[in-house]
């Protein structure tokens, strides 16, 4: 093993200038993520420098058989934690060889809307809080209970510390060190209120590098759990019954909430996002109803209300917001499994382009 090992160190640089550059994308069930690397002549550090590739779509749920070829297109480059060195993983989104977005491709609308001139001045802001469950690779169920039983109740496991109360730091830890390796801006990490449930948090990010940033930071904790034996969920609601489910709540701001004057700004976004309340939740995320029950700090999937410092709310804004002014919402109502291209997009859609 330790010859493996040595191997898998290896520091290519010592011995020739090319580099591997990992290809990533979201595949078929638009949850799931497939890669695959390649060589490349020397460092790159900026993707439109980087050569398009294919893939089989039939093999991932994304073409037929018969007219297969998926494109490539390299859109953010990050630093490689797993090979290092001057190795990249490399954001893509899918096409067909005649230049369409495939259907789960949604960074492509995505970067429409942020490309737009009224939310280019905006300059939005999104921070993310990405939870997770770890779950026993043979069983599926969260690290850390006993197998066919249940832990004790929620309370003691938020934050925690101890051996019997928190489960799967290692990971955690790892992949906190390897997203801020890869460039991404990833800012905190915490245990969650449900036993074996974890959170991470990327932003502040600007515009469509907030989901760039969230599905890099998947993949790599997808990676690490590989190596670890354990399997990562981003179910919204792992484990019936009286535990929390995950959520994706999305902190979202514009230049001109966040100058004076701005709660004015905050109460009218929010308004409008009040008014398109069944298309958001629609596009937030599958299985969100088993979430979004009004119990386990969520609001009624049915319900939209917002308040301040409610945890209960669809849309929460933090004591500092209101009392300065200006600042920042929460959005609560994304799933853990949604997609950070839909959402972010959809936002500042709702909030800037929309006329009611």
Request: with cysteine.
């Amino acid at each position: 093993m330790s010859l493996l090992t040595d191997l898998i160190n290896l520091d290519l640089s010592d011995s020739t200038e090319k580099i591997i550059a990992e290809y990533i994308w979201v595949g078929g069930s638009g949850l799931d993520m497939r890669s695959k690397a390649r060589t490349l002549p020397g460092p790159v550090t900026d993707p439109s420098n980087l050569p398009r590739w294919n893939y089989d779509g039939s093999s991932t749920g994304q073409a037929p058989g018969q007219d297969s070829e998926v494109i490539l297109y390299p859109q953010a480059i990050f630093k490689d934690p797993f090979r290092r060195g001057n190795n990249i993983l490399v954001m893509c989104d899918a096409y067909t060889p005649a230049g369409d977005p495939i259907p789960t491709n949604k960074r492509h609308a995505a970067a429409e809307i942020f490309s737009n001139p009224d939310v280019v001045a905006e300059v939005p802001w999104y921070g993310i809080e990405q939870e997770y469950t770890l779950l026993q690779k043979d069983v599926k169920w969260p690290v850390g209970w006993p197998i066919g039983g249940f832990p004790g109740p929620q309370g003691p496991y938020y934050c925690s510390i101890g051996a019997d109360k928190s489960f799967g730091r290692d990971i955690v830890d790892s992949h906190y060190k390897a997203c801020l390796y890869a460039g991404i801006n990833i800012s905190g990490i915490n245990g969650e209120v449900m036993p074996g449930q974890w959170e991470f948090q990327v932003g502040p990010s600007v515009g469509i590098s907030a989901a760039d940033e969230i599905w890099i930071a998947r993949y790599i904790l997808e990676r690490i759990t590989e190596i670890a034996g354990v399997v990562v969920s981003f179910d919204p609601k792992p484990i019936p019954g009286d535990w929390n489910g995950a959520g994706a709540h999305t902190n979202y701001s514009t230049k001109s909430m966040r100058e004076e004057g701005g709660y004015e700004v905050i109460k009218k976004a929010i308004d409008k996002l009040g008014l398109r309340h069944k298309e958001h939740i629609s596009a937030y995320g599958e299985g969100n109803e088993r979430r979004l029950t009004g119990h386990h700090e969520t609001a009624d999937i049915n319900t939209f209300l917002w308040g301040v410092a409610n945890r209960g709310a669809s849309i929460r804004v933090g004591r500092d917001t209101e009392k300065e002014g200006k600042g920042y919402f929460e959005d609560r109502r994304p799933a853990s499994n949604m997609d950070p291209y839909i959402v972010t997009s959809m936002i500042a859609e709702t909030t800037l382009l929309w006329n009611p």
